[in-house]
């Protein structure tokens, strides 16, 4: 007969089709998931933007998590984090604001979803600013936000020869 501490830690670890599945890290991967659904449906970060946002993580994931740990999750603690890590990308100072945008490499064929991507024109002649701008909750890639950067100035080149592009990471250890 199995002790106690032997099935708990079958339940947390087990194999499908010769894959080990570990349950904390799926659960890891869908915050990820989930954070980036929460910052995708923000602009500015306005009260009203929050509220929605939340509300949308709610109805998708509630019954992935459980309310009590989207209430911990969505705590007024986290979002002040959030918010405070992310700093000037929900300025209002951005004219274009692109949440998911898809960029395509077309000399490897391979298409890229770039997580919050934020232009400024600052005089309408081509000059200005662009912010690119990677979620984490997990483990990043510098190469993975130069690619993106490098993409940019592929794809668009006189367009934004001009442009000061920035890129950072956003890394978010949510508390829940």
Do not use: P
Not at 42 to 49: G, T, Y
């Amino acid at each position: 007969m199995k002790d106690k501490n032997n099935l708990i830690k079958e339940k947390e670890n087990f194999e499908i089709g010769g894959t080990k599945f570990l349950l904390k890290t799926e659960e890891q991967r869908v915050l990820g998931i989930l954070i980036h659904y929460f910052l995708e449906n923000i602009r500015n970060a306005e009260d009203k933007e929050i509220e929605y946002a939340k509300k949308l993580c709610y109805k998708n994931y509630l019954s992935y998590f459980g309310e009590e740990k989207l209430s911990k999750i969505f705590s007024e603690k986290n979002i002040k984090k959030i918010l405070e890590i992310s700093g000037e990308i929900f300025s209002e100072k951005w004219d274009h604001i692109y949440s998911e945008y898809e960029i395509y490499d077309y000399e490897n064929k391979k298409s890229y979803r770039i997580d919050r991507i934020m232009i400024k024109d600052d005089d309408g002649n081509g000059n200005g600013e662009i912010y690119i701008v990677d979620y984490k909750t997990g483990s990043k890639n510098d190469e993975q936000i130069e690619n993106y950067k490098n993409l940019i100035y592929k794809n668009f080149g006189d367009e934004v020869q001009n442009y000061k592009v920035r890129t950072k990471f956003l890394e978010f250890d949510i508390e829940y």
